[in-house]
């Protein structure tokens, strides 16, 4: 009898802790994911001087800040960047090799997160018409609906169709992206049969229509931003049809069909996605429910600021100085809804970018670019000699080469052969390029979480072409007289800021090299749920 009392109250015990302790695993009541698209990791050093102490600073002095945080993949570009953060690895298993690329299933090169199946929301015109369906991993975003049946709310916002739709996996509460045609934030019948009623209302402010009405000034005395090359430029474009490339900037002369997609090539484009972002927020009730919640954002005017004046110019630099008052007001934000310290976040980039290749060259530094065109032609013309058709390229696109099977299978010929043959001539007559691989080789390789296989990792064993190369040092497949680009392998396209910081986040800098594949798996670790699916990361934050 009395063993039985004493199973009896351990059997009473183990029945009603258990759960209690399940239910009280501690875990933030929100986690924002923030992508700043082309963000080099020196402009939070380059400009620190110029920042408040709400802003990076705060989350660079309060965070665990990791200063040498590289991509790990050749073709650094935005959806590969984004697609690679949330899901814990790189194209060669999420499958996202590029913006855009040439499918040779279908014969026709294809966006990365284009669905003719799908509807666009909010607008008439075809920019809805997307889906996350190309993306082959789950996302840190998808584990945590996994994680406890869906109760957990997702939302992902950018002026970026890809950039919204990537972070948010296979199954958010919603995705939202600017239309350039419009002005207004829209979605896709993936997520939804009509926008919310919050969107909505948010559209019909018409921020876009307001800010049109402003110009872009300095924020600072001009003095402050001479630490670039003169701000009337040849190394910068019109590009506001002003007849000068240097401050102010106004909209006056932009054509009015051109004018909601030069509005987001300002620091303006920042500010409707933070209000955005916080109406998101304070509308979804994030934070607020028994479960964490997920609000990722990306802020694609970086990037089209850089792609257009270079990294070394008076707009990139006021951008960010504009940028970092914005990120504060959105963290003051957040402390409103959820409370300093019950959320967790994080702060990187899709990406780098080089120097301007004009300026590098005026400098005495070696660039170049390979002639996407000329080398297109030089390869036809050589398997035209050698083989007997140019036809056998296929397609050249992203640094790769497709060949067509089914000819080469038709007229009999060796596809190893033409490989093989083609990478020697390419390696004989373009110095332009650094590396070439095979597809022979390639198969033969599986990705890394370090950089000692960044074609590989970039690759994607059915998505792929045949030829993969990489350029030399600060080249471009076209060399850039004014802004930038990037895309390669190299130290100023994949060395990005990591920051977290937040709920169980110690204040510290780490400069052990970790990579952009470890921020889905740290998160996953800090909130003790799974990893995403084909996740090759590893947890950096050491708790």
Not at 74 to 93: D, K, M, Q
Not at 365 to 382: E, M, Q, R, T
Not at 413 to 418: G, S, V
């Amino acid at each position: 009898m009395k063993v039985q009392k004493i199973l009896f109250a351990v059997f009473f015990i183990l029945f009603f802790t258990i759960p209690v302790i399940s239910q009280n695993v501690e875990r933030p009541k929100l986690v924002v994911g923030i992508v700043v698209d082309q963000m080099r990791y020196e402009y939070l050093y380059r400009f620190y001087q110029f920042y408040g102490s709400d802003g990076f600073k705060r989350l660079m002095n309060e965070g665990s800040n990791f200063t040498f945080a590289h991509f790990n993949y050749e073709s650094t570009s935005t959806a590969l960047g984004h697609a690679s953060i949330y899901t814990g690895t790189t194209p060669f298993y999420h499958g996202i090799i590029g913006n855009s690329w040439y499918d040779k299933f279908l014969k026709k090169s294809i966006n990365c997160v284009g669905d003719p199946d799908e509807l666009s929301i909010g607008c008439d015109n075809d920019n809805g018409q997307r889906s996350p369906r190309r993306l082959l991993s789950t996302t840190i975003t998808d584990q945590l609906k996994l994680s406890n049946n869906g109760k957990s709310k997702v939302i992902s916002v950018s002026l970026k169709d890809r950039s919204a739709i990537l972070p948010g996996g296979h199954m958010p509460d919603g995705a939202y992206w600017y239309d350039g045609i419009t002005g207004k934030f829209i979605s896709s019948t993936y997520y939804h049969s009509e926008l919310p009623q919050w969107v909505r209302d948010f559209n019909d402010k018409n921020y876009s229509d307001l800010y049109l009405t402003k110009k872009w000034e300095l924020s600072l005395p001009e003095s402050n931003y001479q630490i670039n090359p003169p701000d009337e430029s040849p190394y910068e474009p019109d590009l506001f049809n002003e007849g000068k490339t240097s401050f102010p900037h106004s909209f006056e002369k932009v054509e009015h069909k051109e004018r909601y997609y030069r509005l987001i090539s300002t620091p303006y484009g920042n500010q409707i996605l933070t209000d955005f972002a916080k109406s998101a927020i304070v509308s979804e009730n994030l934070g607020k429910g028994e479960f964490t919640d997920f609000l990722a954002v990306s802020f694609s005017t970086p990037d089209i600021i850089g792609h257009e004046y270079g990294t070394h110019s008076y707009e990139v630099m006021d951008n960010y100085i504009k940028l970092d008052r914005q990120i504060a007001d959105f963290l003051d934000a957040i402390d409103a809804q959820v409370g300093k310290g019950n959320y967790l976040l994080f702060l990187t980039a899709d990406h780098a970018a080089l120097e301007t290749q004009a300026y590098l060259h005026d400098k005495g530094v070696p660039v170049g670019g390979l002639n996407h065109k000329a080398f297109s032609d030089s390869i036809k013309l050589f398997v035209q000699k050698v083989f007997g058709s140019s036809g056998i390229i296929e397609n050249h696109s992203n640094r790769q080469i497709f060949l067509n099977h089914d000819l080469i299978r038709n007229n009999k010929l060796n596809l190893q052969l033409i490989r093989t043959e083609l990478v020697e001539y390419m390696r004989e007559t373009f110095p332009q390029l650094s590396s070439i691989f095979t597809r022979d080789y390639l198969d033969t390789q599986v990705a890394s979480r370090d950089q000692k296989n960044l074609t590989v990792n970039g690759f994607h064993p059915t998505y792929s072409g045949d030829i993969a190369y990489d350029l030399q040092p600060g080249y471009l497949p076209d060399y850039k007289k004014t802004g930038t680009s990037h895309g390669t392998i190299f130290s100023y396209d994949t060395h990005i800021p990591i920051i977290f910081y937040g709920w169980n986040i110690p204040a510290q800098t780490i400069n052990t090299p970790v990579y952009i594949v470890d921020i889905a798996p740290t998160i996953a670790d800090l909130l003790k749920i799974t990893e995403p699916s084909a996740s090759i990361g590893i947890p950096i934050i050491k708790h």
